[in-house]
């Protein structure tokens, strides 16, 4: 066996995640920055309206409420149905200005809510995406720095779709998930490795280190199922340096996010929110 590899924080998987991370981080920022900017305007409007009334809707006008009070009556932008002609109402409105006025249901009150949970959610996205990652991580160096038993194995790939997961079997039935690496797939059938950790397990080759994706398993995966060869020939060395390629891995990951728009464009229709629920959504 070789000597015992230090674990490597650049390794491909961990670039990986980081590259996904920063796009993450990027479109959670440009959701936050743009409701943060939406919701000062509203809240610019909301906060000189600090005076209180009664009125009565009279009519409506091109998706709004035509309300007449004591002072002036005036047209109020409504984010949802109009009330009914003759309802009682609240008023909120500029003391110095009674012209500038709401009533419930406005749409700068829908506009001011839901930019308020625009803020939120980017903030709550972008915390927990960075809580998972820290957690992936520690937890996939700590079972590298484990001590180090030996352990045979065979590379097998489970296909589902579009989704392909490296899996390393051993001779006791156990499944290895593991993080790809070009190195997997010029990988010896049977071999001979040094393994560390017993759920989460990282398995040591010559030079590298393979994280875990996930736990050890008992059962076998789900999906079609492809051994490696038990002696690579020059073909398998040129599709490793093929597959190994970033252009390949993000191709593969970009047939992942097709559906993102679609869902954001239903999400966006339910949620009447337009560009931005859309990006959000997305």
Request: proline fraction near 7%; aromatic fraction near 6%.
């Amino acid at each position: 066996m070789t000597q015992q590899v230090v674990p490597r924080i650049a390794a491909r998987p961990v670039r990986h995640i980081a590259l996904a991370t920063v796009l993450v981080l990027a479109v959670g920022t440009v959701i936050g920055g743009v409701s943060l900017a939406s919701y000062r305007e509203a809240d610019g409007i909301l906060r000189v309206l600090t005076a209180r009334a009664t009125g009565t809707v009279v009519g409506e006008s091109t998706g709004g409420a035509v309300v007449r009070w004591a002072g002036p009556s005036f047209t109020v932008a409504m984010s949802g149905s109009v009330p009914p002609t003759g309802t009682r109402t609240q008023i909120a409105y500029d003391p110095a200005d009674p012209a500038t006025a709401i009533i419930p249901g406005a749409a700068v009150l829908t506009d001011a809510d839901r930019s308020r949970d625009g803020v939120l959610f980017a903030g709550f996205l972008l915390v927990l995406v960075l809580l998972v990652d820290g957690w992936l991580l520690l937890s996939r160096l700590r079972a590298a720095r484990r001590p180090g038993y030996d352990l045979v194995v065979r590379r097998v790939t489970m296909r589902r779709g579009l989704m392909a997961r490296t899996w390393l079997e051993t001779e006791d039935s156990r499944w290895i998930p593991v993080y790809f690496d070009p190195a997997v797939v010029t990988l010896p059938a049977p071999t001979s490795v040094l393994a560390h950790g017993d759920r989460l397990i990282a398995v040591e080759l010559p030079g590298l280190m393979l994280y875990p994706s996930g736990r050890a398993r008992r059962v076998e995966p789900p999906g079609r199922r492809t051994d490696s060869p038990t002696a690579p020939d020059a073909h398998t060395a040129a599709r490793a340096t093929a597959v190994g390629r970033w252009r390949h891995q993000l191709r593969i990951d970009a047939a992942l996010l097709v559906p993102a728009p679609l869902l954001g464009i239903l999400w966006a229709y339910l949620d009447d929110g337009g560009l931005l629920g859309w990006l959000g959504a997305t």
